[in-house]
């Protein structure tokens, strides 16, 4: 993050046709309902493409609430998002950060792949992320207290940082914490055709396809085939596309760079598509 505005900020109304789209696979939304109005912090655990995302974003929308989203990185610091100084016209002002800028106004802040931050992140959300509720800025020498609507929402993919980078115990125990995996068959071929407008037969078999990779473990990929890629297939099979160039591109090609491996899962997918 090069620098302090390098982040999303939306602001969800309740009452509006924008709606984020998102179906829930369970309790999720009276969990996080819950998690709001007593104040906790809320840590979300599963794999890339299984709609984290965009559920934090249909509940600050359900919620009326502004969300600030931080994609983190290995290069994120508690400098991007405390706030830093900088020089204006000769002078030297201070320049809030999304952190701050949420503490103070009340929003919910995503932390998205927090384990993927440097570890003065964590050492900067500790007194948020407990009964102080309250943000310490070392360069200013003052502590801020959370406004009444703040909430604090992070999220990592264990299967993917295991052995690499990992979140602390100590400071997953400050989370109420809910797992998520990938959806049901119908539910998953639902979502494509909610959105992408595909047809039923098509999204039902990329849904197959699917969930075929994923239980190929043999191939050991560093990641498997998200929701987001098959309606990123979807998408492209739906604007005219070929179906087997769409999936080639869409699903396979990102999933890894080895020739063989892409060969393999090319023939697999020509199969079923």
Not at 119 to 125: E, G, K, L, Q
Not at 141 to 148: F, L, N, V, Y
Not at 173 to 182: H, L, V
Request: charged content about 25%; some cysteine; hydrophobic content about 40%.
């Amino acid at each position: 993050m090069n620098n302090t505005q390098d982040y999303k900020t939306t602001i969800k109304g309740v009452n509006t046709d924008n709606t984020p789209y998102y179906q829930a696979t369970g309790k999720e939304v009276e969990v996080f309902e819950h998690t709001y109005n007593n104040k906790l912090p809320l840590l979300l655990k599963g794999p890339t493409g299984t709609g984290k995302t965009r559920y934090v974003e249909y509940m600050a929308h359900r919620l009326g609430k502004k969300l600030i989203t931080i994609s983190c990185h290995d290069e994120t610091s508690a400098t991007d998002l405390l706030g830093r100084f900088l020089i204006k016209g000769g002078d030297t002002v201070w320049i809030d950060g999304p952190l701050t800028t949420a503490v103070k106004q009340g929003a919910i802040i995503y932390l998205d792949e927090i384990a993927e931050a440097r570890p003065d992140v964590m050492v900067a959300i500790h007194s948020l992320s407990d009964h102080r509720r309250e943000l310490y800025i070392d360069k200013l020498g003052e502590s801020i207290k959370a406004h009444k609507d703040f909430m604090l929402v992070a999220s990592f993919n264990p299967g993917y940082q295991k052995g690499f980078k990992e979140l602390k115990p100590s400071t997953k125990q400050r989370f109420i914490a809910m797992s998520f995996a990938y959806p049901n068959a119908k539910m998953e071929t639902e979502i494509l055709i909610r959105e992408t407008g595909i047809d039923a037969d098509v999204a039902s078999k990329l849904v197959s396809m699917g969930n075929k990779i994923r239980n190929l473990t043999e191939l050991s990929l560093a990641e498997t085939v998200s929701t987001r890629l098959l309606v990123d297939a979807a998408i492209l099979i739906k604007s005219g596309l070929a179906k087997r160039l769409s999936v080639k591109v869409a699903v396979v090609e990102p999933l890894s760079d080895d020739l063989d491996i892409v060969e393999a899962l090319t023939d697999l997918c020509n199969l079923m598509i």
